[in-house]
């Protein structure tokens, strides 16, 4: 019978002579994506460590302690500290809300696209934590957990319009269809997006609401080349949409 995981601190002095288990090289640019965010705020989720005769050994969270150790090295004066899930050696650490909670903050610590986000902070919220547990977790406010959440139910719902449109609208547009979206599901998303964009911009987006008879001509005259208007057009199909 294995003995209960139990939450430690550990100090300066754990962190740098802690052991690590199998593990593939370092990347360095993880490293460098980490290094600004554990410096200023420290490292927000535990690691996992395993517990022997010889000591704690890492297995999970290897990125995190070499990039805590690499700052007290650069900033002497700092000294970092950082929780660790411990257990026995035989024990098994791994658990889905353990892994949503990384994934979580690693797209966080990235800054990677609004989906990304969104989808950790859905991700984060599956596990049973509360709209304002994820914000705790995160760092961020309950407002901008909320946007990303109703974005998110807008993607999923017209992902065909949007993943071809979102390195061109910017955040406080795609928040606000969210909120229009959730209030009400009939919303046009289609056409708001139409909307937002300049014609030569709108890489499918109208190609619904434009001559349904001849979508693909109609793209062209909007100044789309013939290859756009015939991939735009089957990818619209593909994805359900009949025009």
Not at 84 to 104: P, Y
Request: hydrophobic share 35%.
């Amino acid at each position: 019978m294995t003995s209960a995981a139990r939450v430690i601190v550990l100090k300066a002095k754990d962190i740098n002579s802690i052991k690590y288990d199998n593990y593939r090289d370092i990347d360095e640019k993880k490293i460098a994506d980490y290094y600004p965010s554990i410096k200023e705020v420290g490292v927000r989720v535990a690691v996992k460590v395993k517990k022997s005769k010889d000591g704690l050994t890492l297995v999970d969270g290897h990125h995190r302690v070499e990039c805590a150790r690499r700052i007290m090295q650069d900033y002497p004066h700092i000294s970092l500290t950082m929780e660790a899930v411990v257990a026995d050696a035989d024990e098994s650490l791994s658990g889905s809300k353990s892994e949503a909670v990384d994934k979580v903050v690693s797209n966080f610590t990235r800054r990677e696209s609004i989906v990304d986000r969104a989808s950790g902070y859905q991700l984060l919220k599956d596990t049973g934590k509360s709209i304002q547990q994820v914000a705790d977790t995160v760092g961020k406010d309950r407002t901008t957990i909320e946007n990303h959440l109703n974005f998110l139910a807008t993607y999923q719902a017209h992902k065909a319009v949007l993943d071809p449109n979102l390195d061109r609208l910017k955040d406080a547009f795609l928040y606000k269809l969210g909120q229009k979206f959730k209030r009400d599901p009939e919303f046009d998303v289609q056409a708001a997006i139409v909307k937002e964009l300049s014609p030569k911009e709108r890489k499918g987006a109208d190609a619904d609401v434009t001559a349904k008879k001849d979508p693909e001509t109609a793209l062209v005259a909007a100044g789309y080349t013939k290859t756009e208007a015939r991939k735009i057009c089957t990818t619209l199909r593909t994805s359900g949409f009949q025009i």
